[in-house]
């Protein structure tokens, strides 16, 4: 049987061929800048259930303000496009909720329970866009809402104590929601050697992992009491009280950016074909 012979080129080194040809091809007004001191907010929620009713929700959530993220700024042709998001959980983040029944069921029923996340990453390099420059102000809308979606990955772990006991948690799932919402804006001073970038208050890109995973299945004082970890997400910050500071990034590490990035969508294009 005769073997057949392997490709000189695979889809991934194609895509990086195309990747960097495409860079030297792009016209000097595209560049990309690289924002950071803006802030994301990040947040693990979880969903109680009492005698198999729905009860409430409790969430561990933080904001990290050294959060970084890419946009091509294109502004003699007045375009954006945002490229990539990467943020760390800064410290432990810890929260308590409680599921409760104020009497209607049977008696009074409180059940505290304490949501601790460990560790939590997120990042993304799936772009989004472009999206038109006003020439006058450099504000851009968004109105994006892209539903079921897999980019990007959350990495998390952390634990649930309720009733005496831990439940720990672990995932590395991608975002299945993307939102991209609200106006954004540019505030060139400064350039080409730096731009702000900026949010009004209805202005944000989210990212979330919608899932239903039933960590915790309990008895107490004969009622049953479930928690489900629902949600994983991370979002700019939707109260624009924070702007981020940009510089442009050279062009060899650009080339490395947006290569990586293409190879990327390459293998999720093959692990997951139309």
């Known amino acids: 049987m005769t073997a057949r012979p392997r490709p000189l080129l695979t889809l991934s080194h194609t895509a990086l061929i195309v990747a960097l040809s495409a860079l030297w091809a792009v016209p000097a007004s595209a560049a990309l800048y690289a924002f950071h001191d803006g802030r994301v907010w990040g947040n693990v929620q979880l969903t109680s259930y009492l ?127 993307m939102r991209a919402s609200g106006v954004g804006f540019f505030d060139d001073d400064d350039y080409p050697e730096s731009l702000i970038l900026d949010f009004n208050s209805s202005g944000f890109l989210l990212w979330s992992h919608q899932q239903a995973d039933p960590l915790v299945d309990i008895t107490v004082a004969g009622r049953s009491v479930q928690l489900h970890v629902t949600r994983l997400m991370a979002s700019t910050d939707p109260t624009g009280t924070l702007a981020w500071t940009g510089t442009p990034i050279p062009e060899p590490a650009a080339a490395l950016l947006l290569a990586s990035a293409t190879l990327l969508a390459a293998r999720q294009r093959k692990r997951n074909p139309a």
């Open 51 to 177: 005698d198999g009713a729905l009860n409430g929700y409790g969430a561990a959530g933080w904001m990290e303000s050294e959060s970084s993220c890419v946009w091509d700024v294109d502004l003699p042709n007045a375009q954006t496009t945002f490229q990539s998001l990467s943020t760390t959980l800064p410290a432990p983040a810890t929260n308590t909720a409680t599921v409760t029944d104020e009497g209607e069921s049977g008696g009074d029923f409180q059940l505290e329970y304490t949501i601790t996340v460990t560790s939590f990453t997120f990042a993304t390099n799936t772009p989004h866009g472009p999206y038109a420059l006003d020439p006058g102000t450099l504000n851009f809308e968004m109105d994006d809402w892209l539903a079921p979606t897999a980019e990007g990955e959350f990495n998390c772990a952390g634990h649930v104590d309720v009733d005496g006991q831990s439940y720990p948690f672990a995932y590395s799932v991608p975002a299945n929601r």
